[in-house]
């Protein structure tokens, strides 16, 4: 994506509202939405209600921040921004991540997720989640080969709080590309988790418990009987 700075045209075609790296995050983001929400039914069938409420909110904030991404769909349908709104939003759009304050933290907390994406499976080699949480070594530590994705924001992020807060053009549609990179990783992340999900065999949970005793009880007086009669 650098390198397409070459042709300023070609730059803002790839990188303008509504373009292709736009949308390519949008894609990204909902079908972590989707799959998020997958994720947490399946741990609700499973009996980690936990894990599933975790995943509920996470598939929440998936759909707002996919929303967020393309204005809530405002230029395809030719919204109007009421004029309160835009006085005070960036980029004068009915979204909130470009207001003020919450700009900075939207951009604090992608600078955070991009560090931990990019360390967390080094860090779980130590830790091992998954002695603590069913499955948490896979369902909430991203796989090596996505830690680059997540390094990539980090670095565009923390470069941008510290070095270049106040940038031109380039640097600033650049971000578009370093979102995208997010986007992919969580997107990636959150998919692979869900096929995986689809193949684990799930555990007995609690309530299933009294009907497979029941079953054996029934097992037992049926063969008492039989042995009795023969």
């Not at 975790?54 to 809530?72: D, K, T, Y």
């Not at 091992?128 to 896979?138: E, K, M, N, S, V």
Request: aromatic fraction near 20%; proline fraction near 3%; charged fraction near 20%.
């Amino acid at each position: 994506m650098a390198l397409a700075r070459i042709d300023i045209d070609l730059y803002r075609f790839f990188l303008r509202d509504d373009g292709p790296v736009e949308w390519a995050q949008f894609n990204a983001f909902a079908i972590a939405c989707i799959a998020g929400a997958g994720i947490a039914i399946r741990r609700f069938k499973a009996g980690y209600k936990w894990q599933g409420l975790l995943f509920v909110g996470f598939a929440l904030a998936m759909f707002f921040v996919s929303g967020e991404e393309i204005a809530w769909g405002q230029r395809l349908l030719g919204i109007e921004t009421p004029e309160e709104l835009a006085e005070i939003n960036k980029q004068e759009e009915i979204t909130l991540h470009n207001i003020g304050e919450i700009l900075t933290t939207f951009n604090m907390v992608m600078m955070v997720g991009g560090a931990f994406g990019s360390i967390a499976y080094l860090l779980n080699k130590k830790l091992r989640l998954g002695q603590y949480w069913d499955q948490a070594d896979y369902l909430f530590v991203p796989p090596f080969f996505l830690a680059s994705s997540f390094f990539f924001v980090f670095v565009y992020k923390f470069f941008r709080f510290t070095l270049w807060p106040d940038s031109g053009f380039t640097i600033t549609k650049y971000g578009e590309w370093a979102e995208f990179c997010l986007a992919f990783g969580i997107g990636a992340f959150i998919w692979l988790n869900y096929r995986r999900l689809s193949t684990v065999v799930p555990p007995v949970v609690w309530w299933r418990r009294p009907l497979n005793l029941i079953q054996k009880v029934k097992l037992s007086i049926n063969g008492f009987f039989n042995r009795n009669s023969n």
